[in-house]
């Protein structure tokens, strides 16, 4: 299948300060990408759909002025957590839709976010 | 709105033994059906999917089952491992293109 990763795969910061999560489809182009939340022993919860050159959608309840999306092009997407504080603390996990395999959904490994 | 519902929450079976985790879809627009496994501290891996063209679906010791008219959908897990422990995700893609996750299954495969 295909490959999509995510960096960092940790990170830990301060609260108040911006985290960057990078999201790359690695042998194909993505024209959409979705971020989600995962809190320990639940769901995914999807958090917003990226679309490459124009604005991302986000769900109902997330703040798209706390959580930038940039999808610059066809095989990066980025996720922007501003100003953390300890709530947002949650494993952030991106995927990224095939065209070229009927629109199938490929995961990348996550992202670990802890803010002190 | 659109919801998946997924059951059982945890599953125990001693090594092989099989394992069966339903789900149910309220999207009668739906037509792709995913299945995910998640080890801890990784993202979900793609397992075996079903169209709704499409009533079954197998893969080795993997299958899936599709009811369109009910709109329930199973994954059957044969000659379980220790390998397959992890939480499996159902999920249905909406008349949307939105994917709904249903709440998961935490699989033990006792050796």
């Known amino acids: 299948g295909a490959v999509v990763s995510q960096h960092p795969s940790r990170v830990i910061c301060k609260s108040g300060t911006s985290v960057k999560i990078e999201c790359r489809s690695l042998?194909?182009?993505?024209?959409?990408m979705f971020w989600y939340r995962q809190f320990p022993k639940q769901s995914l919860m999807l958090m917003a759909t990226?679309?490459?050159?124009?604005?991302?959608?986000?769900e109902q309840g997330v703040e798209k002025d706390k959580f930038l999306i940039n999808h610059a092009s066809l095989t990066l997407s980025t996720l922007t957590v501003t100003s953390a504080h300890p709530e947002d603390s949650s494993f952030y996990i991106c995927?990224?839709?095939?065209?070229?395999?009927?629109?199938?959904?490929?995961f990348g490994p996550g992202t670990r976010l802890t803010v002190l | 709105g659109e919801n998946v519902e997924q059951h059982p929450s945890t599953l125990s079976v001693q090594e092989g033994d099989s394992a069966v985790i339903k789900c149910t879809y309220s999207?009668?627009?739906?037509?792709?059906f995913p299945w995910y496994k998640q080890e801890l501290g990784k993202g979900p891996q793609l397992i075996i999917d079903i169209r709704s063209n499409v009533g079954e679906k197998k893969d080795q010791r993997i299958a899936v089952t599709l009811n369109k008219t009910a709109k329930h959908f199973s994954l059957h897990i044969t000659e379980t491992q220790p390998e397959d422990s992890a939480v499996y995700f159902c999920?249905?893609?909406?008349?949307?293109?939105?994917?709904?996750f249903g709440a998961g299954t935490r699989l033990f495969v006792k050796a």
């Open positions: 990226s679309n490459e050159g124009s604005k991302a959608t986000y």
């Open positions: 999920a249905a893609i909406t008349g949307g293109f939105k994917t709904i």
């Open positions: 995927s990224a839709r095939d065209p070229g395999m009927n629109n199938e959904q490929f």
């Open positions: 999207d009668s627009a739906s037509n792709y």
């Open positions: 042998d194909f182009q993505a024209t959409t």
